[in-house]
């Protein structure tokens, strides 16, 4: 348990995080710029060090990364400051046709029916976390001024009104939002900036998270970014998603999952893993 100056150790990190108060260096991505501290996030990261050390110490301390996914990128310097990242609401989906969390139909189509920040201030309120910086984050809220009551003059009409008003309240009930090409995206810029407690956190959250959603169109998603941010090396996001799909083979029956499949050497790996289960060996 963290004591008390651990703690407000902790709060004083986020607001400087939230704040940019003392901020002697901008990281930019291609739509926010987060105002750090050299002296927190490069002793981090030994390649935010190099890119530091090449600014010319008489022009803007400016290290600019367009390229990267940007939500990946407020969600690296968050675990910067905190040692952690909260659940988000994904800002993009993985297909444009379809909710990224919604569940893959037999045939693998949607299953479902029919001063940090652009805006001055740091997209994750510190002051709404849930001690470990960790917003509290509800993708869907629900307001009891929205219920719809019917008014009913007969016991028939009454529990025609109960059955619609607890049908809306279960669709109002906020929901777990798939956050496995969010944890994918983190854990290659861990890799990429070589800030290893963030690949292991990321790691950890998307093992924990594909348990509840690989029946998703996120997790082809996650895949896909997965095997094409990483290197071939790099295996511990690769691994999670084989061994998900070796828990689960119905999903090698899906139009969709076949399509991601081809595409990846994720097809490779499945290959291998028959030839190993054949034949209990590996040709190396």
Same mark, same amino acid.
């Given at each position: 348990?963290?004591?008390?100056?651990?703690?407000?150790?902790?709060?004083?990190?986020?607001?400087?995080?939230?704040?940019?108060?003392?901020?002697?260096?901008?990281?930019?991505?291609?739509?926010?710029?987060?105002?750090?501290?050299?002296?927190?996030?490069?002793?981090?990261?030994?390649?935010?060090?190099?890119?530091?050390?090449?600014?010319?110490?008489?022009?803007?301390?400016?290290?600019?990364?367009?390229?990267?996914?940007?939500?990946?990128?407020?969600?690296?310097?968050?675990?910067?400051?905190?040692?952690?990242?909260?659940?988000?609401?994904?800002?993009?989906?993985?297909?444009?046709?379809?909710?990224?969390?919604?569940?893959?139909?037999?045939?693998?189509?949607?299953?479902?029916?029919?001063?940090?920040?652009?805006?001055?201030?740091?997209?994750?309120?510190?002051?709404?976390?849930?001690?470990?910086?960790?917003?509290?984050?509800?993708?869907?809220?629900?307001?009891?001024?929205?219920?719809?009551?019917?008014?009913?003059?007969? @016991?028939? =009409?009454?529990? $025609?009104? !109960?059955?619609?008003?607890?049908? #809306? /309240?279960?669709?109002? &009930?906020?929901?777990?939002?798939?956050?496995?090409?969010?944890?994918?995206?983190?854990?290659?810029?861990?890799?990429?900036?070589?800030?290893?407690? @963030?690949? =292991?956190?990321? $790691?950890? !959250?998307?093992?924990?998270?594909? #348990? /509840?959603?690989?029946? &998703?169109?996120?997790?082809?998603?996650?895949?896909?970014?997965?095997?094409?941010?990483?290197?071939?090396?790099?295996?511990?996001?690769?691994?999670?998603?084989? =061994?998900?799909?070796?828990?689960?083979?119905?999903?090698?029956?899906?139009?969709?999952?076949?399509?991601?499949?081809?595409?990846?050497?994720?097809?490779?790996?499945?290959?291998?893993?028959?030839?190993?289960?054949?034949?209990?060996?590996?040709?190396?």
């Amino acid at each position: 348990m963290a004591s008390q100056s651990d703690l407000e150790l902790l709060s004083s990190l986020k607001d400087l995080l939230s704040t940019g108060q003392y901020s002697d260096l901008t990281i930019a991505s291609a739509d926010e710029q987060h105002q750090v501290h050299k002296v927190i996030v490069c002793p981090r990261s030994h390649v935010l060090t190099k890119l530091c050390s090449d600014l010319d110490a008489n022009k803007e301390q400016l290290i600019s990364i367009p390229e990267e996914d940007s939500q990946a990128v407020q969600l690296m310097i968050h675990y910067l400051y905190t040692l952690d990242y909260p659940q988000v609401t994904p800002r993009t989906q993985v297909t444009p046709k379809s909710p990224e969390h919604q569940p893959l139909g037999a045939n693998g189509t949607n299953g479902a029916n029919g001063a940090n920040g652009t805006n001055g201030t740091h997209p994750i309120d510190p002051k709404q976390s849930n001690g470990h910086g960790a917003p509290l984050v509800s993708p869907v809220e629900y307001s009891i001024e929205q219920e719809e009551f019917i008014a009913a003059t007969d @016991l028939a =009409n009454k529990a $025609a009104a !109960k059955n619609k008003k607890k049908k #809306k /309240r279960a669709q109002s &009930t906020p929901t777990t939002t798939s956050n496995l090409v969010i944890h994918a995206r983190v854990y290659a810029l861990g890799s990429k900036y070589g800030i290893k407690g @963030l690949k =292991n956190l990321s $790691a950890d !959250k998307f093992e924990d998270e594909v #348990k /509840r959603h690989w029946d &998703t169109e996120d997790f082809l998603g996650a895949a896909q970014e997965a095997y094409t941010s990483t290197s071939e090396q790099d295996r511990t996001i690769r691994d999670s998603v084989l =061994n998900t799909i070796k828990s689960h083979p119905e999903l090698l029956g899906r139009k969709q999952v076949q399509e991601v499949i081809k595409k990846l050497e994720l097809s490779f790996d499945l290959l291998m893993h028959h030839l190993q289960n054949s034949t209990g060996t590996l040709t190396k």
